[in-house]
């Protein structure tokens, strides 16, 4: 049978001929050829296999094309047939279709390829029976052996239901990895046995639990976690779709959440709490304590046992190094093993986990810090996020290396400067995803051998205030981004040609909108001539505007006469799928009129309300806020405006802000008047009747599991 299967292939490559229109594969299949005729499905056809392993993927494959699935079909055909490791080769003829895999990942990646072949409908399980396929043999393999993705579920709790929508999204992009960070300083999210209370208390925050609230969700107790069954779920959900699951528990860092519940982990010295209302916020594990090795040998223990994979991640990044230097036991401990730099006792640390993880049969993966203190185990395996140069040193070192530097390949990054999201590594979007190359970014081919593959990371910090409830936010940032990311994982070449992927994408946005997948759009292209303003589109989307001061969103059908175009803004929507707002400059331009701040808590040094008062930085208060106290906005001169932000918290997000508080305004400096409440630390004053000579926010709750507030300059967009 083997032998017969690859003569076929070979002969149909032989006479295959490159048609003009080649279906839409993303990520791109090393060869496509097609072939004369069609093969027709209709609901008599039955999916086989050769090898009963290959069960699971008939069912998948089944479940989309709503036909049976048994043992000796012969009309699709799953087996076993060639040698690399997730390679794959489709044969499509006018009687049946073959899916030869090197292994399970290729015969998924070969089902994978196949339903982008049919019809979209495929994707909302809803596939008008008979349909047809046109003949062709496809033959393909990854460039990379590991194309991962990473998710923050404690800065935003996901349920385990959306996890798994999520895994079926990176399965349909043959996305292979899926890391899970587990734990971190806000919460804990998975079930240990033998420790009951950090999912149980640890997984909560806010409300009446110890674990203060942060990003979001401030007056209940909100969160959740995964159950040690739940998780066995979501592994065989994703083993089915091709897809390991890494779990992460952040150490020795991270770890605030953690400390809350077991106090005795962290450092030998009394922390200041006057601050944050007794809260202690030390968030690192002591690595001298043997107690602590104790508690995580348990913790890991149950982890390995509950996990398939060889690789736990244990964390190491961003370890705040102050607390050891402040403790008499870790100095004393560096002086006695002649260490002289805080990153070695990191290196002790991760080591003695290396250790313990040796014991379950498992190696250690890490964040690219942990390889700063000296050599770890010759197996460890490095992620790298800070940036090019550690992902090449990590390389370099012989360390087998994930490149996911976040500038690149951190979807939780903004992808213009007004959209939601973090900007601390870069503002990007898809294009940028997708022109990476190793070579590009200055990796020595040496280098390059050591590299696993690629991996993007969305952490959750902003999603929680955005309706977490919903897949919207997670969908906005991740995709096209998702798509780049495929596409560069997998195609094992260099060139890259954005437009025609461009075009590609589009054609693929079909199957996302059966999906209902809620992915960004590129902003309608605005543009104002003699009168007359124009927006449009090359995505197949519609364009809807709205006008100032009205709130109501209308349709766009043909080009505005106005001579106002700064009061238009424009947005793109298909399906759930949506553009950021677009407009004239004029639309978005904000104004900074001199004013003073003044505080009922004062400032702190660094982060004075000086520098705040320049509009481009932060202001810190000397301590965080209690109920009744305010921070107040005083204009040197009232401004009239349409619209002011004022805000607590830092600018991406909602995190050291007035947990609850209301706001007034002042028109004469004298009297105020109370006009909402703060909403995630911040409030929007719309059109306000008069010009502004102060703007007062007075918190009505205690603390914020921090040390102060951060205040943010207001942001005023003037009267158009
Ligand atoms: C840095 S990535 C972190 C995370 C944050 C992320 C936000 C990494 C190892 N540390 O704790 O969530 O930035 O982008």
Same mark, same amino acid.
């Given at each position: ?36 005729? &069609?093969?027709?499905?209709? &609901? ?50 006018? %009687? ?28 909302? !399980? ?45 399965? /349909? ?5 899926? =890391? ?8 804990? =999210? ?14 909560? =925050? ?20 995964? $159950? ?25 860092? !991270? ?31 002591? @690595?001298? &304590? ?22 736990? !991640? ?49 190696? @250690? ?15 460890? =395996? ?39 999201? %973090? ?39 902003? #999603? ?10 997670? %969908?906005?940032? $991740? ?28 054609? !693929? ?77 004029? %639309? ?7 004013? $003073? ?67 007034? /305004? ?5 009297? #105020? ?48």
């Amino acid at each position: 049978m083997k032998l017969r299967l690859l003569t076929l292939i070979t002969l149909l490559f032989a006479i295959c001929a490159v048609t003009a229109q080649e279906p839409t594969i993303i990520p791109t299949p090393r060869q496509y050829c097609s072939n004369d005729g &069609k093969f027709t499905l209709n &609901k008599d056809c039955r999916i086989g296999w050769t090898n009963d392993k290959l069960e699971p993927i008939a069912h998948y494959l089944a479940d989309y094309l709503q036909i049976e699935a048994e043992a000796e079909g012969t009309d699709i055909i799953l087996c076993h047939l060639l040698e690399g490791a997730e390679e794959y080769s489709i044969t499509i003829s006018e %009687h049946n279709i073959y899916i030869g895999g090197g292994d399970y990942g290729g015969v998924f990646n070969g089902v994978v390829t196949l339903l982008q072949l049919l019809p979209d409908e495929v994707y909302s !399980h809803s596939l008008q029976l008979p349909a047809t396929i046109e003949c062709c043999t496809i033959d393909d393999a990854p460039r990379y052996p590991h194309r991962g993705f990473m998710l923050d579920p404690c800065r935003t709790w996901i349920t385990k239901e959306a996890i798994m929508d999520y895994i079926d999204l990176l399965a /349909l992009h043959k996305i292979n990895n899926l =890391r899970l960070h587990l734990t971190d300083d806000e919460a804990w =999210r998975l079930e240990i046995k033998s420790h009951p209370e950090l999912a149980e208390v640890g997984g909560f =925050r806010g409300g009446d639990s110890p674990i203060w609230p942060r990003y979001g969700k401030w007056n209940e107790r909100w969160g959740g976690y995964y $159950t040690q069954d739940d998780m066995r779920e979501i592994i065989a959900y994703a083993a089915v779709r091709n897809i390991e699951v890494i779990p992460e528990i952040d150490l020795p860092g !991270h770890s605030l959440c953690m400390a809350t519940m077991h106090p005795e982990i962290l450092c030998n010295y009394e922390p200041n709490k006057s601050r944050a209302f007794g809260y202690d916020t030390r968030s690192a594990f002591c @690595p001298t &304590k043997e107690s602590n090795y104790e508690l995580l040998e348990d913790i890991i223990k149950e982890v390995c046992e509950l996990f398939p994979t060889s690789y736990i !991640h244990i964390g190491g990044d961003e370890v705040d190094m102050s607390q050891w230097r402040r403790c008499p036991d870790c100095q004393a401990f560096m002086h006695k093993n002649g260490m002289t730099e805080e990153s070695e006792l990191q290196r002790y640390f991760m080591s003695r986990l290396t250790e313990i993880l040796a014991k379950y049969g498992k190696q @250690p993966a890490v964040w690219n810090e942990a390889i700063e203190g000296g050599k770890l185990a010759d197996d460890t =395996r490095v992620y790298g996020w800070e940036g090019i140069k550690e992902c090449r040193t990590s390389a370099r070192e012989g360390y087998s290396t994930v490149v996911m530097p976040g500038q690149y390949f951190y979807f939780d990054m903004k992808q213009t400067p007004r959209e939601p999201g %973090h900007d601390w590594a870069a503002i990007f979007d898809y294009t940028k995803v997708y022109n990476f190359t190793l070579a590009g970014v200055g990796f020595t081919e040496e280098e390059s051998k050591n590299v696993l593959g690629f991996e993007a990371s969305f952490f959750s910090e902003a #999603y929680a205030s955005r309706n977490p409830e919903s897949a919207r936010y997670l %969908h906005y940032m $991740t995709f096209p981004r998702l798509l780049a990311l495929a596409e560069i994982c997998w195609v094992n070449s260099d060139e890259r040609d954005v437009d025609a992927f461009y075009t590609k994408m589009v054609r !693929h946005y079909d199957r996302l909108d059966r999906m209902g997948v809620a992915y960004r759009l590129m902003p309608p292209k605005v543009e104002f001539a003699n009168g007359t303003l124009s927006a449009t589109t090359d995505d197949f989307s519609d364009i809807y505007y709205r006008r100032e001061p009205m709130t109501t969103e209308m349709l766009y059908t043909e080009p505005i006469a106005t001579d106002r175009p700064a009061e238009y803004s424009f947005v793109a929507r298909r399906g759930e799928a949506m553009s950021p707002e677009a407009g004239v400059a004029a %639309h978005f331009k904000t104004v900074t009129p001199p004013f $003073t701040i003044t505080s009922s808590m004062g400032d702190r040094e660094n982060f004075s309300f000086e520098k705040a008062q320049g509009y481009g930085r932060l202001a810190r208060t000397s301590r965080a806020a209690d109920v009744g106290d305010w921070v107040e906005f005083t204009f040197d001169t009232s401004v009239r405006c349409r619209r002011m932000k004022v805000a607590t918290g830092n600018f991406q997000l909602p995190r050291f802000i007035f947990e609850n508080g209301y706001v007034e /305004l002042s028109y004469d400096g004298r009297t #105020y008047e109370r006009v909402g409440e703060l909403e995630c630390g911040m409030f929007f004053i719309e059109y306000p009747s008069r010009p502004i000579k102060s703007v007062r926010i007075t918190c009505t709750s205690q603390g914020n599991g921090a040390e102060w507030v951060s205040v943010q300059p207001p942001t005023i967009w003037p009267m158009l």
